[in-house]
């Protein structure tokens, strides 16, 4: 089996995370059987009510330990304008098309590498999820079902075949400052919204600057950090606005309770409201507190890896699904073909040399860890 020929077909499917993944499990399903894995799903609906599920394939006995592969079937949006999305078109040794770094290489690989092993004394995994763009949602379905337990895990990702041991955790809240509507030439009868979210900015980034007394050295920038991604508010430029929202963004470090910085942000949005006067209300819907994750630099996953890729291990400041695997009992490591610089991009694309070089660590990781 090609892993190219089979990520081109993979990258056909528009599996958007606000779309269903099943076309993309249809495929893997089909493709997997004959390779001698069981394989189950778990279906659920997302909040919009679309179908959505997790692929669970086992080959080998029906106990804990033996190794995983894990790659996530969902990708974000692309733009409508870039015509290679869904082509997977291959020129100057490269596929290019949605989802080909992020993780649709990975998957394509794992699949290719199943193909060319048998079964071992211990089981291979191959988790197949859905909705991590979004939150890792299939994930922690796996954690909270308890049945998968594998003693190793890679989780695929696009780190240019560079073992990730470690990475910050990811926390976000949306954020509703309400205040009163009124003339912008008669202040004193409204109370503006934006304004008092301009002062709860102002308590973010003192937040951030007081977080930095827990620091990581395996981390650049070695703190949490915060952002204001998304702001709306107001009508018109002479209304007193009645609603400011934003999105607050930030990444934990690894050993930091998330929930520390939710505390603080709760304490300052008191404060702005009592100072702000009457008329002004704040509240916030929390969408993801997710811890960070690290595997010891010793970890028998981490040390195979740094030997095969010839590449030392490191720590990212984006997330995975490491620490659902870690949840799961796996000694996890994240790794896999493509740049996370060209994920999430116009142009995304994966080297097939890459892809071909992952194979043949996968394939030297099966033996190893399943043998």
């Not at 076309?23 to 778990?42: A, C, Q, S, W, Y």
């Not at 981390?219 to 204001?228: A, I, K, L, R």
């Not at 000694?331 to 142009?347: E, K, L, N, S």
Request: hydrophobic content about 40%.
């Amino acid at each position: 089996m090609d892993p190219v020929s089979l990520m081109k077909k993979l990258v056909a499917i528009d599996s958007t995370s606000s779309r269903s993944n099943i076309p993309v499990i249809d495929l893997l399903e089909e493709l997997v059987r004959p390779l001698g894995f069981e394989t189950r799903r778990l279906d659920w609906r997302d909040a919009s009510g679309v179908a959505k599920t997790n692929l669970v394939c086992r080959r080998g006995p029906d106990l804990p330990g033996g190794l995983a592969l894990v790659g996530h079937t969902d990708c974000v949006p692309f733009d409508p304008e870039w015509s290679e999305a869904l082509s997977g078109a291959v020129r100057d040794g490269k596929v290019y098309g949605r989802g080909t770094a992020d993780t649709k290489g990975f998957v394509a690989t794992a699949v290719a590498v199943a193909a060319r092993t048998r079964a071992m004394p211990k089981p291979l995994h191959l988790l197949f999820t859905s909705d991590e763009e979004v939150g890792c949602r299939g994930a922690k379905m796996l954690v909270d079902e308890g049945r998968v337990r594998p003693r190793h895990a890679i989780v695929g990702e696009p780190t240019t075949l560079v073992p990730v041991r470690a990475h910050k955790g990811y926390c976000a809240i949306d954020v509703t400052v309400t205040g009163v509507e009124g003339h912008s030439a008669f202040p004193d009868v409204g109370a503006s919204a934006i304004r008092s979210a301009g002062r709860l900015l102002v308590e973010v980034e003192r937040i951030q600057e007081e977080m930095k007394d827990e620091q990581d050295a395996l981390f650049e920038p070695p703190w949490t950090t915060f952002n204001v991604g998304l702001i709306h508010g107001g009508k018109a430029r002479n209304i007193l606005a009645g609603e400011c929202t934003f999105s607050l963004e930030w990444r934990p470090i690894p050993g930091q309770d998330p929930e520390r910085a939710l505390r603080l942000f709760d304490a300052a949005a008191a404060r702005v409201a009592k100072e702000s006067g009457p008329g002004i209300a704040i509240r916030h819907t929390p969408m993801r507190l997710d811890d960070a994750a690290v595997t010891s630099a010793d970890a028998e996953i981490v040390r195979f890896l740094e030997a095969e890729s010839g590449n030392r291990s490191r720590a990212v400041p984006f997330g995975t699904e490491l620490p659902e695997l870690a949840a799961m009992g796996a000694d996890g490591c994240v790794f896999g073909p493509g740049d996370i610089r060209v994920a999430h991009r116009t142009g995304e694309f994966v080297e097939i040399a890459q892809v071909e070089r992952c194979a043949a660590i996968l394939e030297r990781a099966i033996a190893h860890f399943c043998g």
